[in-house]
């Protein structure tokens, strides 16, 4: 079975690299801090951000069904899909009726985490993702590292090569707005052919049955107006009940995720156009289940905007693929194990619980919290590693009784001091990569009593 | 059941008990003036952006920054010689060589450069993306502080499509070089038009 750990390994073998990508992504980290700190009520509107989710997830069923009547009533076909399957059969049956061989898809992680790509294309259905960065991934087949920056792991260089290769472009060409312009002119094509797009949905909103879509390349409003049906796909978090609540979230939007104040477009759907036909598919795929746990729930409140993957310090040095699931990062250290407890039973195990995910989320989600919470489930339900189970449980026991907890740190000193070995060696896995120190002869507390007594 | 029942119900036994909706109630500070910050926040996302009196002065600007024999298309207000009016007879796939399309705003929001542009507005869909050079032109007085505001001025109004943009469409996909023009325009100007 894969695991973050190795697979990070994996990613850490070309130094340099590592730390060019912890350094990209730091820098995007503080594009967001500058961007909110020309927000002076920044902390409020995260509160309000937060606030509004937790309405929105005490009230959802209500709210679904109220954005269903008005979307039908706004002449959009509604579907719902209880899981991924469901959802690919459903485009699958769309897409067929129409007797179309190739579609346009702007960037849906919803879609990435049903597999619907090779899905469709098993079912001779040609799929063309036109997020520059999405297409670079897909061309290269991989899967996004990143759900803002699908390829934020790429060099400039092995991009111009992927698109010598593919699209023809000179070798050795590897300015970025050079290449860009080629992909333009690549993927405009498939624009103007296209008979179906997809896209995804941000926000969805009850009292209207409209949904909102934010890109800043314009490719979602590419191929939705160009086609003559679009289908949009949404997970049934994304409700929101009604326009002016987009005030708040899209102030907090781009300017988490980039750093910019808002993206370059953000368009309400609400009608099919004219001789148009417009789908939209409301996803569950464990949703429903991830909403009846209560430490877990808050998690459906994110708006996918990946601050939390910028800030990570095991996101920045790990890197995407190392946590084998569409969704990595934090967030996605917390949604995995809802799917899947056995195969993402290591992700929860994926960070250091510094908080700082927390502290960047707009809508305020407990993330490290959630983190550890999933670490004492996955342990009691027998997901976890013996090496790992044991540790922690033996952790637990010493560090909730007093003498146990003196014994064992004079034991560790005196291995440290006396029989270092002991603990420097390969099988004890926080010595990887780690340097030990130098044990003091005392603890804290032993130094704490002798100094009362001295003084005295 | 259906699947559609069966998340519904799902989803109701496993909601929270309910919790009140928040009021929106966020004091911005008014610190600068709309128009400038407007400008200056253009800038600063790539876009260009100026006062005018007149369209007469728009179309001076225009014809020296694009060439005459270019396409240019027009929704609202006609630009005889200058742009052709847009016609809802054509394809929209036939727009594919517009060069410049000039439309006009119901309002811009101040903090983050954004303009509102209501389907109606743009003709078709697809114009405000498709063409390669977009210019809108915006009231003076139409400038909104924030978001929250601008939703108010938005209200319960009718539109069947409407999407704020901010700037010409842009990636940094590639090694997080900000590039302009990605799909959409390579180019956003905009026009604070002053009451003719
Ligand atoms: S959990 Fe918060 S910070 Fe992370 S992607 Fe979601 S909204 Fe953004």
């Known amino acids: 079975m894969v695991n973050h750990a190795d697979l990070s390994e994996k990613f850490n073998v070309d130094e340099p690299r590592v730390n060019w990508h912890d350094e990209t992504l730091w820098w995007v980290r503080q594009k967001r801090d500058r961007a909110a700190k020309q927000i002076p009520e920044w902390e409020e509107l995260r509160s309000v951000a937060s606030s509004i989710k937790d309405n929105v997830l005490s009230n959802l069923s209500e709210y679904l069904a109220e954005f269903e009547k008005n979307a039908k009533q706004n002449g959009v076909h509604v579907h719902w899909a209880a899981d991924a399957d469901e959802h690919n059969q459903i485009v699958l049956e769309i897409i067929q009726s129409h007797g179309i061989k190739s579609i346009v898809k702007s960037k849906s992680m919803l879609t990435e985490e049903c597999h619907l790509n090779p899905f469709l294309i098993k079912n001779n259905i040609e799929v063309v993702d036109t997020d520059l960065g999405e297409r670079i991934v897909q061309l290269a087949e991989e899967p996004p590292s990143h759900i803002v920056l699908p390829c934020i792991h790429w060099k400039k260089e092995e991009i111009g090569d992927l698109f010598h290769k593919h699209l023809g472009t000179p070798a050795g060409n590897a300015d970025p707005i050079f290449l860009t312009r080629a992909a333009r002119a690549h993927l405009r094509k498939y624009f103007l052919s296209a008979k179906l797009a997809m896209t995804g949905v941000n926000f969805a909103i009850a009292s209207t049955g409209e949904f909102v879509v934010c890109t800043n390349e314009g490719n979602a409003d590419m191929g939705a107006h160009l086609a003559d049906v679009h289908i949009a796909c949404m997970g049934l978090e994304k409700i929101i009940p009604e326009r002016k609540h987009l005030g708040v979230f899209l102030r907090l939007l781009a300017r988490s995720a980039t750093g910019q104040p808002i993206t370059s477009y953000s368009s309400h759907f609400r009608k099919p156009a004219e001789g148009q036909e417009m789908h939209i598919v409301i996803v569950d795929n464990g949703r429903s289940r991830q909403l009846g746990r209560l430490d877990f729930r808050n998690s459906l409140k994110c708006i996918r905007c990946a601050a939390c993957f910028n800030t990570c310090p095991v996101y920045r040095r790990s890197g995407g693929h190392s946590y084998h699931t569409a969704i990595a990062g934090p967030i996605g250290s917390i949604l995995a194990p809802n799917l899947d407890m056995r195969n993402y039973a290591d992700l929860p195990f994926a960070s250091t619980l510094c908080g700082s995910c927390s502290n960047v989320c707009p809508v305020k989600i407990d993330i490290h919290q959630q983190l550890y919470k999933w670490r004492q489930v996955l342990v009691e339900e027998g997901y976890v590693t013996k090496e790992k189970s044991v540790a922690m449980k033996t952790m637990s026991s010493v560090l909730s009784n007093p003498s146990k907890y003196r014994l064992a740190g004079r034991l560790g000193r005196w291995i440290l001091r006396n029989a270092p070995f002991l603990a420097k060696n390969r099988w004890n896995l926080w010595f990887k990569h780690r340097e030990m120190p130098e044990a003091p002869k005392n603890s804290f507390r032993e130094w704490y009593l002798e100094n009362k007594v001295n003084k005295k | ?196």
């Open chain 2, 1 to 196: 059941m259906s699947s559609r029942d069966k998340i519904l119900s799902a989803v109701k036994s496993n909601q929270p008990s309910r919790v009140p909706i928040a009021e929106i109630n966020i004091t911005v500070a008014d610190d600068e003036d709309l128009k400038s910050k407007y400008l200056r926040i253009l800038e600063s996302i790539g876009g260009k952006g100026q006062i005018v009196d007149s369209c007469d002065e728009i179309q001076k600007i225009l014809s020296a920054d694009f060439d005459p024999s270019s396409r240019k298309i027009a929704v609202g207000r006609s630009w005889p010689g200058f742009a052709e009016s847009f016609s809802a007879a054509i394809d929209p796939h036939q727009l594919e060589n517009v060069e410049v399309a000039i439309i006009e705003a119901h309002f811009a929001v101040a903090e983050n450069a954004a303009v509102w542009v209501t389907e109606d507005r743009m003709g078709f869909r697809a114009l405000p993306f498709i063409c390669q050079h977009l210019v809108v032109i915006i009231p003076e007085q139409h400038i909104v502080a924030t978001m929250h505001d601008a939703y108010q001025f938005i209200g319960h109004r009718e539109y069947n499509f409407a999407t704020f943009i901010a700037g010409p469409s842009k990636t940094a996909d590639i090694e997080q070089s900000l590039v302009l023009g990605a799909h959409g325009p390579i180019s956003m100007r905009a026009f604070l038009l002053r009451q003719e």
